[in-house]
């Protein structure tokens, strides 16, 4: 004999299996990170398409959507690592400092955290200076400004390396934050 269980009693069941990242509305504040990988990806693919399709269709092919989605890809990977950073799902090979005394390990974790605090915090510093230098300097087709190709960079540097200073806790045992992820 079948039991039915109550369309609530799912729906209770359904979000004690989510992370707690997942009942957060994509279109909030702590999730932007995210947002704006999704539409660079929109903006790569059908850039992409349009480029191909203009060219098999059209006499003159649209040269603009090359640049357009060099820019968007950027873009979708350094907000996408930011949300990765966030997230704690950079893929790690921790066998030899696993093998370590605990002290040891206690100092690789230290050196890492602060080693990627300083690789984000030049980073963030580097794009912001490219991001100034260039904005005279204009792309070939669309004739925009290259700092739209590295200040957004150094946003996404300057979040990442604040996503590492919260995410990341040297000083604590580390959990893994996903135990059902692949990574």
């Given at each position: 004999?079948?039991?039915?269980?109550?369309p609530?009693?799912?729906?209770?069941?359904?979000?004690?299996?989510?992370?707690?990242?997942?009942?957060?509305p994509?279109?909030?504040?702590?999730?932007?990170?995210?947002?704006?990988?999704?539409?660079?990806?929109?903006?790569?693919?059908?850039?992409?398409?349009?480029?191909?399709?203009?060219?098999?269709?059209?006499?003159?092919?649209?040269?603009?959507?090359y640049?357009?989605?060099?820019?968007?890809?950027?873009?979708?990977?350094?907000?996408g690592?930011?949300?990765?950073?966030r997230?704690?799902?950079?893929?790690?090979?921790?066998?030899?400092?696993?093998?370590?005394?605990?002290?040891?390990?206690?100092?690789?974790?230290?050196?890492?955290?602060?080693?990627?605090?300083?690789?984000f915090?030049?980073?963030?510093?580097?794009?912001?200076?490219?991001?100034?230098?260039?904005?005279h300097?204009?792309?070939?087709?669309?004739?925009?400004?290259?700092?739209?190709?590295?200040a957004?960079?150094?946003?996404?540097?300057?979040g990442?390396?604040?996503?590492?200073?919260?995410?990341?806790?040297?000083?604590?045992?580390?959990?893994?934050?996903n135990?059902?992820?692949l990574i």
């Open positions: 004999m079948a039991r039915s269980v109550s609530s009693t799912v729906r209770g069941i359904m979000e004690i299996s989510r992370s707690p990242e997942e009942t957060i994509l279109i909030s504040l702590r999730r932007a990170d995210e947002a704006v990988g999704v539409v660079a990806l929109i903006v790569v693919v059908f850039s992409i398409l349009w480029g191909v399709a203009s060219r098999y269709v059209f006499p003159q092919p649209a040269f603009w959507t640049e357009l989605a060099m820019m968007a890809f950027a873009y979708l990977v350094f907000f690592a930011v949300a990765g950073v997230l704690g799902t950079h893929a790690a090979i921790d066998v030899l400092v696993a093998a370590l005394p605990d002290g040891w390990q206690k100092a690789v974790a230290w050196f890492n955290y602060l080693l990627l605090a300083l690789f915090m030049v980073m963030t510093i580097l794009f912001a200076w490219q991001a100034w230098t260039s904005r300097v204009h792309t070939i087709a669309l004739d925009l400004s290259r700092a739209l190709s590295y957004p960079l150094s946003l996404a540097s300057a990442m390396l604040f996503q590492h200073l919260i995410a990341e806790r040297p000083w604590s045992v580390r959990l893994h934050r135990p059902e992820s």
